[in-house]
């Protein structure tokens, strides 16, 4: 179960590092208020509706792209730049004695005594000391 655990929060972490580090943009194209395409990978689609250059002087074209950058993670950190003091050192190893059989698996062995025999008696103790319950 522990090194299950184990796996599974390591797979979990890369995983963390790995997408931490993506970046992707996204490509929107409105016609008008109304969301017409979205790109992940490439750019968007148009609508389809062409202004001609003498018609786009007299009126804004209702068109319009908006592209969102999301950037990742450009360095990744490492070592880690924390130094530890005298103290601080002594209470992570008394923690870890103090907390290192907590976690251990105690599993009690059951012995069966299946051909076992009651050992030979040389002598009759009752009768050479001459002790008898009544």
Known sequence: MKQALFKISTSLMAFLV???TFSFTVDKH?????????????????????????T???????????????????????????????????FLIAFFVSN???????QSRKINYKDFYPPDIPLDFQVSFQVFLI
């Not at 016609?31 to 202004?51: P, T």
Request: with cysteine; net charge negative.
């Open 18 to 20: 790995l997408f931490s």
């Open 30 to 54: 409105y016609c008008g208020d109304f969301l017409v395409d979205i790109s992940y990978i490439g750019k968007a689609d148009g609508c389809g509706m062409k202004m001609d250059s003498a």
């Open 56 to 90: 786009t002087s007299k009126k804004k074209n209702c068109c319009k792209n908006e592209v969102h950058k999301i950037q990742g993670q450009d360095e990744l950190q490492q070592s880690s730049d924390l130094k530890f003091d005298f103290k601080s050192q002594q």
């Open 100 to 106: 290192n059989n907590l976690l251990l698996d105690n």
